[in-house]
């Protein structure tokens, strides 16, 4: 059983393309999480939602938007992608007290 | 604000070498502090994880001790394997705030 699990695994797509990356996890876990992860390995949080509401939101062009139908799900959307937006987005999720377990990362390539 | 500091890399070793990676932060009140590895192409794997001072986590033959005074959370294992070659990455959770700030991460390598 995955316990997070991101969709696409690959995206590859052109500039100024709108796209959407979805999460999911059957952890039971209030709070979800995105993270960027850029070509040097550099990790940095970009939205955090507790209970379908956004409670962490870092310093994101307005380009990327999170969105929450549940606590089981949270999804990513970003509009007209740029060369820069090029890294792995990575999902997590965590429980009160617990630890965050990760996804296997989305690879988003802008061509 | 929040922040870890961790040893660059890469580290080459031999197999059967001691490995020690460093780790220090800084944040206000009293943080968790975690190990996570990302073996290639994989995601993050929780390691072992510390969430008060002296407070040594340990798994896989890894460990690493909560340090107030310091304000480090060094990573050790006394005898590595080809295995464990991965990036590793410091981590810590601040009061309140549940998202982790990252180290830059610290590839290991080791060879046979």
């Known amino acids: 059983d995955t316990a997070v699990s991101q969709t696409p695994k690959y995206l590859v797509t052109q500039m100024g393309n709108d796209k959407s990356i979805k999460c999911e996890q059957n952890?039971?876990?209030?709070?979800m999480y995105w993270y960027k992860q850029d070509s040097k390995k550099f990790l940095k949080i970009m939205f955090s939602?507790?209970?379908?509401?956004?409670?962490i939101n870092e310093t994101v062009p307005n380009r990327f938007s999170p969105k929450s139908p549940d606590k089981a799900h949270l999804n990513l959307h970003i509009n007209s992608l740029e060369l820069g937006d090029s890294a792995v987005y990575f999902c997590?999720?965590?429980?009160?007290?617990?630890?965050?377990?990760f996804g296997d990362g989305t690879r988003l390539s802008i061509l | 604000g929040n922040s870890v500091t961790q040893m660059e890399g890469p580290v080459t070793l031999s197999e059967e070498a001691f490995l020690t990676i460093n780790c220090t932060y800084t944040?206000?009140?009293?943080?968790?502090l975690f190990w996570y590895v990302q073996y290639p192409g994989e995601g993050l794997q929780l390691l072992l994880k510390?969430?008060?001072?002296?407070d040594k986590g340990s798994n896989k033959g890894f460990e690493a001790t909560y340090r107030k005074e310091t304000t480090s959370f060094h990573l050790e294992k006394g005898s590595v394997q080809v295995s464990d070659s991965a990036v590793y990455f410091c981590?810590?959770?601040?009061?309140?705030?549940?998202?982790?700030?990252f180290g830059s991460g610290t590839r290991l390598q080791v060879q046979p």
């Open positions: 997590a999720s965590s429980g009160e007290g617990q630890p965050q377990h």
């Open positions: 952890l039971g876990h209030d709070t």
């Open positions: 939602y507790n209970n379908k509401e956004l409670i």
């Open positions: 944040a206000t009140g009293y943080p968790s």
């Open positions: 510390a969430t008060k001072a002296d």
């Open positions: 981590a810590l959770s601040g009061t309140g705030r549940r998202a982790l700030t």
